[in-house]
């Protein structure tokens, strides 16, 4: 298999642990078991002695009965059936693609986004091709560019709704609106649905899945419910012939996930709401601070994130994006993201939804590195 470097992955894997102040982290700020049995009221000496009697099979093989009755509870037409368990959202994305794509195959990629939704199928030899989103149109999807790209041998349109790194967020009709087009070609629509439910507003998130019969939800435990460490995530779909195809395929790769994940992530789904007020709650006051912050100062720019925990900021000056994080990290301890990580130059992606004290320290280190180098 002959594939890209996944570029953000290895610049999280080699700086994340050392930073001093992580303003590039994706996930809601991680709560500990501690943390999570106290918010969902769950015994902790009774959780604990009931697992520790447990033997440790494989488990529920199509995962666990509650869990799968966790995750429909977030959709408004999927049935536990419809569900595929996997090791993360990456091990979804990745399994959608090993299980569809073949050489050949027309494959339509946003971006930016996350580079699986392109690179993974350009590796299984696709015929990709890039729908890309401009700050002139709010980093969402144009449609007629979309169609100009659209053949009869159309596999797949990937999307990723709230947008990582922008935080865009496509209303309801605009993905009816892709919709319509992909069923035109009959090509499957998946959406990586990782930051779903992260609003700035109680407004519902529509889920591809509810709007489209060939649509693929790809999600996980880990930015909304703070929950990474389970490494747990899913694919959703209402195509039973893809989701079969999808469990046959998974016998060679997985079997399984693991019975410890399955049960917490239980817990945390039978107690969503109280988990999705702490983290709403968290990224709406992080992002206010983060808005103050761009407006105050004058060498960056931004598109205001709709939803989710990113956003990617621009810089007024002629370093690239690269050697700016890399000499800012050393300088001052904040931690970002290189916007050429995403194909976007002279920018980096903030991951907001850190503490508070965190936030705003990383800030003011950015600020600081901007001042000392603002004539480079």
């Not at 959202?89 to 392109?118: C, E, K, W």
């Not at 990582?164 to 309801?172: D, V």
């Not at 998130?205 to 693929?216: A, P, W």
Request: hydrophobic share 35%; charged share 25%; glycine share 6%.
């Amino acid at each position: 298999m002959n594939i890209k470097p996944f570029a953000v992955e290895e610049w999280m894997n080699k700086y994340e642990t050392g930073a001093k102040y992580n303003i590039a982290e994706t996930c809601v700020d991680s709560v500990s078991l501690d943390e999570l049995f106290e918010l969902t009221k769950t015994d902790k000496e009774k959780f604990l002695g009931d697992f520790c009697a447990r033997r440790l099979t494989y488990g529920d093989i199509e995962g666990l009965p509650e869990l799968k009755k966790g995750i429909c509870s977030l959709y408004k037409t999927l049935k536990p059936e419809e569900i595929v368990t996997t090791h993360g959202a990456s091990g979804a994305n990745h399994h959608v693609f090993y299980t569809l794509v073949q050489p050949g195959d027309r494959v339509i990629s946003i971006t930016p986004t996350y580079q699986q939704l392109y690179s993974i199928p350009e590796s299984y030899g696709a015929d990709v091709q890039f729908l890309h989103l401009t700050k002139e149109n709010g980093y969402l999807p144009d449609l007629n560019e979309l169609k100009s790209l659209l053949t009869p041998n159309t596999k797949m349109i990937c999307i990723n709704n709230p947008n990582n790194p922008t935080g865009a967020l496509m209303s309801t009709e605009l993905l009816q609106s892709i919709v319509k087009l992909a069923r035109e070609v009959d090509a499957y629509v998946l959406c990586d649905e990782v930051y779903r439910h992260l609003t700035q507003d109680d407004t519902w998130s529509t889920s591809i899945v509810d709007l489209y019969e060939k649509g693929i939800s790809v999600s996980s435990m880990s930015k909304v419910f703070s929950l990474a460490g389970l490494r747990l995530g899913w694919i959703a779909s209402h195509d039973m012939q893809f989701v079969r195809s999808c469990f046959s395929h998974r016998d060679y790769n997985l079997v399984s996930c693991g019975v410890f994940d399955e049960v917490v992530a239980s817990i945390a789904l039978q107690n969503k709401d109280v988990l999705l007020e702490r983290n709403r709650r968290m990224v709406r006051r992080n992002l206010s601070i983060l808005d103050a912050w761009v407006k105050a100062e004058p060498a960056v720019q931004y598109q205001k994130p709709q939803a989710g925990t990113t956003a990617l900021v621009f810089y007024d000056m002629q370093i690239p994006s690269v050697e700016f994080c890399d000499r800012m990290y050393y300088e001052t301890g904040a931690f970002v993201t290189p916007g050429d990580c995403f194909e976007e130059p002279f920018s980096f992606r903030i991951g907001y939804a850190c503490e508070e004290d965190v936030l705003r320290a990383g800030l003011d280190a950015v600020s600081t590195f901007i001042k000392n180098h603002k004539g480079e």
